[in-house]
């Protein structure tokens, strides 16, 4: 597009693409016909393609490079993706074709510039592209990142990203991202005799950190045994004098840790026991001051779950 190159954008620029499912293998070297590998989309476009290692459920595609070999490498795996899905209608009897699908992790600061004022901007994508773009509300776990869903044609979704990269190269991230990291598959865990156990095919694993978390909490009024008035651990007092502990959040991170509506503050202070204050932003400042207070357990507790967050 000569449009984007004459204004300046062949700079390098990184995309996010999260993969699940059985999408993460049409990228995969195994899985693509005569030599159409990732390597292969490597060498056409002149983009760095990683996908990331692990047994999880979903993988990171990170694309990195000039935005004309992002293009490129993005169209190759739009008509990759659009391929399979006419290969999947072949035998069947669905009528209509879904579109082509892609999920870009973009960090949340940058999502209020794709957003626009009044969602003018992405607005403005989807009509000029024909692409349908989802911005996600939440951010994806333990992260500063939110998901970015488009749909559509090939074409549109080259269009879409094009878009995309100008407004991502006009609003750098704002602070520290912290990047998505996709988990593997937790296994189910069992409490049992005061003791944590990971379920492991036909067996239960002892799972000391789990353990030590579940008798933190046990301690607590709120999951007070049935027929005990107070906390009934050998070794613990009851009268466990309480002390304060203050530590800061950066201001891009207190969102996750407050949840919407404060749904993840309360529940933090509910398995905690503790009481947990955040101070109001103060102007100049690029954090947030946090005040918990407790017995040592319930505030080691609250800091665990903070981090956590």
Do not use: W
């Amino acid at each position: 597009d000569p449009k984007v190159s004459e204004g300046g954008l062949n700079v390098t620029l990184t995309i996010r693409l999260l993969m699940h499912g059985k999408v993460k293998h049409l990228l995969l070297p195994q899985q693509l016909p005569k030599g159409e590998t990732v390597k292969k989309m490597r060498e056409e476009s002149g983009a760095r393609i990683n996908i990331s290692e692990g047994s999880c459920p979903e993988r990171i595609v990170t694309i990195t490079g000039p935005t004309d070999a992002i293009f490129k490498a993005f169209s190759m795996i739009a008509l990759k993706f659009e391929e399979d899905i006419n290969a999947s209608m072949t035998n069947s009897t669905v009528t209509s074709k879904p579109p082509v699908t892609l999920r870009l992790v973009v960090p949340a600061s940058q999502c209020g510039s794709l957003i626009g004022k009044g969602g003018s901007k992405i607005k403005e994508i989807r009509e000029s592209t024909g692409a349908q773009v989802q911005v996600a509300g939440d951010m994806l776990p333990n992260s500063t990142e939110r998901a970015v869903t488009i749909s559509g044609t090939p074409d549109a979704i080259i269009q879409c990203v094009k878009q995309i990269c100008v407004v991502m190269l006009e609003s750098p991230p704002k602070g520290a991202t912290i990047p998505y990291r996709p988990k593997p598959a937790s296994a189910p865990i069992i409490f049992a005799g005061g003791q944590a156990f990971t379920i492991q095919g036909q067996y239960a694993i002892p799972h000391p950190d789990l353990t030590k978390l579940h008798q933190l909490a046990m301690q607590h009024p709120p999951f007070t045994p049935l027929g005990q008035t107070t906390p009934g651990f050998p070794g613990l007092d009851a009268t466990t004098p309480t002390s304060s502990h203050e530590l800061t959040i950066p201001n891009d991170l207190i969102g996750c840790i407050i949840g919407r509506q404060g749904s993840k503050i309360n529940e933090i202070r509910q398995m905690s026991g503790a009481q947990i204050k955040i101070a109001n932003a103060t102007e100049g400042s690029a954090e947030r001051q946090v005040t918990i207070t407790g017995s040592p357990a319930n505030i080691s507790l609250a800091q665990y779950l903070i981090n956590a967050r």
